[in-house]
Structure formats: C-alpha cells, structure tokens
C-alpha cells in the first residue's frame, strides 16, 4: 500500500497515486506481495501552509459534500504539484473534487480545478474547452482569461493570448495584465518593446503577490536571454530565486542558462540533491556530463527508467525531456527528432523549437524541420541562440 504521512488522505489516492508514481516506478512493473506492503512513503506536509490543508483536509472528510472546501484543498494540491514538481499531488486535487468532476455541468470551482489537471497532462484542448464554460458563465473570471492566455502561448496562438490579455485589464492587477501581454508579443516579434514594457512595470510596482512577481521577473529573465543580453537575464534569474519560493520551472529555465552560458558546475552544485523533478535530474545528468562526473551513469540510468515507465503508462507529457535525454545524453539523434516532433505537435515554445532543430541539425535533416522554419519566419520570434542554430542547419544543407 502506498503511506501518507500527511493525515486524512482520501481514500481513491490510492489508486490515482499509482497512476501518477512519474520518479520512482521502476521500467519492470513491481507486484506487491500483499496489500500491506509500503511501495513508498510521500512527503510530510509540515510547513504552516500546509497544516493548514491538512487542517482542511479534516472538514473535507466531515463534511464530503462541502464544495467550497473540497476546492480550497484541490487548488491547494495543484499548487504543491507545481511548486514541488510533483504529479501526484494532482492524483490528490482530482479526488478532492471527484464528486462533482463528472457531473453534466460542474461548478465553475471544479472547471477551473479540471483545466489545470488538464493543461498539466498537455490535453489542451479539452482544458480550453472547460477554460471557455467557465468564461461563458462568468465573463469576470480573470484566472480563467489568464490561464486561457498562457494555453494559447504554449500552443503558439500568440494573437488569440493577446486578445485573452487584454481581457485583464479591468480583472487583475497591472502587473498580471503586463507580464501577459509581453509574453504573448515578445514571442511574436515585439521582444524588445515587450521587455522595455515589462521591465518598467516591474520596477514600479510593489505587490504582495509573489507569484506574480516571481513570474514577471522570470518571463524578463528568458526574453533577455532570447534577446541575448545575459547579464539582465542573469540579475532577473536571481531576483527571481531570491523571492525564495521553490519554482522548478524557474530554476529548470536557471540551469539551461548556466548550461547555455558553459557553467556546469554551478548547475551541479545547484541540483546536487534535487532529482525528484524529470526536469532537474535532467538537467543535472547534462551538467554531470559536461563535467565527466562519476554520478553521471546512476542518474543517466535512472533518467531512462523513468521514461520507459511512462510509456508503460503511455504518458507522452515528458516528450520534451524525453526528446532532449535521446539528444544529448543518448546521442540517439533520429529518436530525438522523432519524439520532438511528436512534442512539437503539442506544444511551441522556443525550447521545444530548439530542440527540432538541434535534433535536425544532428541529423542533418532540414526537410524534417522545413514546417518549423517557416512557422518560425511567420511568427518573427527572437531567439539569438534558436537563430543561430538555424543558420548552421541551413549552411549545412
């Protein structure tokens, strides 16, 4: 059985736990010899935040028909998930609010609950489709027409972002209504102006907001180092960290700086004792390369069991890792292009337009990266790195 040391878990986690067990399943499927046997034991929750969700975890099993509560500890749950990278405590916001996920018409609580799962496991479609009830009932709901924008920028739809932003306006703070209209036009040809903007809008702000914060500072850290200019990118990568709030992604996005920048051993010293997360392990096994660490082979080995896992499970939300493991430490490049271009298909942010074309490079097959190059032309995305890229796999062919 699988323990949790928190109090009052639901009794269906179990069985979506096991769904969701990304980094430690092993690539052979273990069978438990009884019903009785610890598999693992997750995480304490132990900070005031969090008895403060077990605390609403108690009145959720008083009282399992209190909508309201259920929601605060699935929201709850997402926001672990995120902070700590950890797919499970999505199993937990899906029980949660399991009563009413199904239901012909959930409430807007649950919609919004059932979206993030959503764009967590990469369906898209079926999260901007719950994004839209939610906007059609309640035309006010600025958490809807933000994450309706991000969606729309991770697919690559910039205009469509744009006009979700500007919904903002009357429905979220300033700094919120910014940083998504400069991410949608930093991406489409304005990075420069969205940068400028952004940046202006940071300095002059004082928010007790710190994911917001945290997220402005890091969207100026990656449109710097798309524009090229590492020592901005570099002071809003550690503004960022400094909030001190665990963001793997900022701090996945930190270390491909470093790698980028040839500062490997500041990504090991970083992620030394962090590996739960795909993306960080990842990032490591990268460094540990470069460096000929001797822990390299335990975290390559480890890295490729928990991709055969998934696709046992026949997860394709790690094709991005996945793709970039085959590249640079597998030195598999037609696998890598196949996977990024199946990951392609999904999602279109510049990393995954880097990793097509560093995959074609490798295989020098600009024919398979042809629809990229002309996607990337139309949309006048500013990458200095992606760009050069490009240039050698034009010279080549």
């Known amino acids: 059985m699988l323990v949790f040391t928190g109090k009052n878990s639901f009794g269906i986690v179990g069985i979506l736990m096991l769904l969701g067990l990304t980094n430690t399943i092993c690539a052979k499927p273990y069978i438990p010899q009884s019903s009785d046997e610890i598999l693992e034991q997750l995480p304490l929750l132990n900070n005031r935040t969090d008895k403060q969700l077990q605390q609403l975890q108690r009145q959720l099993s008083a009282e399992p028909n209190n909508l309201q509560v259920a929601s605060a500890v ?13 797919p499970r405590y999505y199993g ?8 009413w996920w199904r239901q012909p018409e959930p409430p807007i609580s649950v919609l919004m609950i059932r979206a993030n799962l959503r764009q967590h496991r990469h369906d898209f479609e079926a999260a901007l489709r719950d994004l839209r009830l939610v906007i059609t009932e309640n035309p006010s709901n600025g958490q809807a027409w933000l994450s309706l924008a991000v969606i729309q920028s991770v697919q690559g739809n910039y205009e469509d972002a744009r006009i979700s932003c500007l919904h903002l306006k009357r429905l979220s703070s300033h700094l919120t209504e910014i940083a998504c209209l400069s991410n949608a036009a930093s991406l489409s040809g304005s990075a420069q102006q969205a940068y400028a903007l952004l940046k202006q809008t940071v300095e002059n702000t004082s928010t007790p907001d710190t994911e917001i914060q ?6 100026l850290a990656e449109i710097a180092v798309r524009l090229g200019d590492d020592k901005a990118a570099e002071t809003h990568f550690l503004q960022a960290l400094a909030l001190n709030q665990r963001d793997v992604y900022l701090l996945s996005s930190y270390c491909d700086f470093l790698l980028d920048q040839g500062r490997s051993k500041q990504v090991i ?15 490591l096994a990268l460094a540990e390369q470069i460096e000929g660490t001797a822990s390299l082979t335990e975290h390559q080995e480890e890295m490729q069991q928990r991709i055969e896992a998934y696709r046992l499970r026949d997860e394709n939300i790690h094709q991005r890792e996945e793709a970039r493991f085959y590249l640079e430490l597998l030195k598999q490049p037609k696998e890598a292009l196949k996977l990024a271009l199946q990951n392609w298909q999904v999602q279109r942010e510049p990393a995954d337009a880097r990793l097509v074309i560093d995959a074609a490079l490798a295989c020098q097959d600009r024919v398979a990266a042809q629809p990229l190059l002309a996607w990337l032309k139309e949309k006048k995305l500013q990458d200095k790195i ?12």
């Open 269 to 283: 010293e970083l992620l030394k004792n962090d590996t739960r997360p795909d993306s960080l392990l990842l990032r």
């Open 214 to 219: 945290r997220w402005a500072l890091t969207l």
């Open 74 to 86: 699935a929201n709850r749950f997402i926001e672990l998930a995120r902070s700590e990278s950890d």
């Open 386 to 397: 992606l760009q050069q890229h490009v240039a050698q796999l034009e010279q080549g062919s």
């Open 92 to 99: 937990y916001a899906e029980a949660a609010v399991q009563k």
